[in-house]
């Protein structure tokens, strides 16, 4: 297969951070990118070139090109950090394969991108192009973060912006392992989904009346574990509810309203924690038989209906200037970009 010199990418117009927090929600996108034809990068030792053929825009996507993602952003770069293609060159025995991959080097929101070899992830022939090129960042952090509730010992745990992708992921796997799922959403039509996928409980935060239908809920059930995408007041003020030994693991900042702490007292009287997960990090602490068997189940699931990606749109990269702003907007499910 014979790789051309050039491309098209949507190229990043910024360096660095922007030093605000304004939230993972996209106008316009020609103040932060460009539509433009550059090089196609080239494979340096231990690393990969991919030919892209769908790619995830998720809110780190988002968080990222605006400037307020945990990573600076390069001036001339492809954006796009997940995606599923075929490998075409590099320092590889997975050249020719379809693979599932997060671009270290060069952004997915491009005709070809490039990433470290090792992190490449085979994709078994029956998974849907859709949930092969949104395999990594909400599965595997889905899958890290349910380690955690199920560590607790907990019969139930809660979970923020339980509408989201990850967070119907999360309803799945506490459905399929006996762990009930607290759903906390902004917009009660979404109760019904969720109780159909899975959640023993629909919590929702527009309701003037949420913390007092909470309160039963929180006695009978117990959860030791509060997964938090939003970091609003309505996290802060459940999290005060929760019992003893309560842990807040905010994993998303959705919010760009910041919750006040009224009742700190309770991390020293009633050991609650507070503290972050963050996927990047995780992956540098998992070892290779873990991602191995994590990744493995994650397939698994996708390939027999435990669960599945949800898809309002898919844009072609030559549109998306144009057209993904308002595509991120549609509600209940991901946006893809084809190239
Ligand atoms: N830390 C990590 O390693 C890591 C890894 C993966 C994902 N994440 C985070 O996980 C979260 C979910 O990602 P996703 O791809 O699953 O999202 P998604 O499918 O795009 O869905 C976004 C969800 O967020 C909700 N939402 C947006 N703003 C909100 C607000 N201000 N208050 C309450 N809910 C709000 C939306 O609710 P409506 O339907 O009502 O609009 C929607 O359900 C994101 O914050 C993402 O950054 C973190």
Not at 81 to 102: C, I, L, M, N
Not at 301 to 329: H, I, N, Q, W, Y
Request: net charge neutral.
């Amino acid at each position: 297969m014979s790789t051309p010199e050039t491309m098209k990418a949507l190229v990043q117009l910024h360096d660095g951070y922007s030093g605000r927090q304004e939230g993972p929600v996209i106008d316009d996108l020609a103040p932060l990118l460009e539509y433009r034809e550059v090089p196609v990068p080239q494979p340096g030792p231990g690393q990969a070139l991919i030919k892209v053929d769908l790619a995830a825009v998720n809110p780190s996507d988002l968080h990222f090109i605006k400037g307020e993602y945990g990573q600076p952003r390069v001036k001339g770069a492809p954006a796009g950090f997940e995606g599923v293609g075929t490998v075409v060159a590099g320092d590889t025995p997975f050249v020719g394969q379809r693979v599932s991959f997060y671009a270290t080097h060069s952004g997915t929101w491009a005709d070809y991108a490039l990433t470290e070899a090792r992190g490449l992830i085979p994709c078994r022939p029956d998974l849907r192009a859709e949930d092969a090129a949104g395999l990594i960042v909400n599965p595997l952090t889905a899958s890290a973060m349910f380690d955690i509730v199920r560590d607790s010992g907990a019969d139930s745990f809660i979970l923020t912006a339980a509408g989201s992708q990850l967070g119907k992921l999360l309803i799945a796997l506490g459905r399929d392992y006996g762990i009930a799922p607290i759903a906390v959403v902004r917009r009660a039509q979404q109760g019904e989904m969720l109780r159909d996928l899975g959640a023993e409980e629909v919590l929702v935060t527009s309701d003037p009346e949420m913390l007092a239908k909470a309160a039963p809920i929180m006695k009978a059930r117990k959860p030791r574990i509060l997964l938090d995408a939003v970091g609003d007041q309505h996290t802060a003020d459940l999290f005060f509810a929760m019992p003893n030994r309560a842990r807040w693991v905010n994993y998303g900042k959705l919010s760009t309203e910041p919750p006040r702490l009224t009742q700190l007292g309770q991390l020293i009287f009633q050991h609650k924690k507070i503290e972050g997960f963050w996927l990047t990090e995780w992956m540098k602490t998992a070892s290779p038989e873990k991602l191995g068997a994590v990744i493995t189940e994650v397939q698994e699931r996708f390939v027999s209906g435990k669960c599945r990606t949800d898809v309002t749109a898919v844009v072609s990269l030559a549109d998306a200037m144009s057209e993904l702003p308002a595509a991120t907007k549609k509600l209940d499910g991901k946006v893809f970009l084809k190239p």
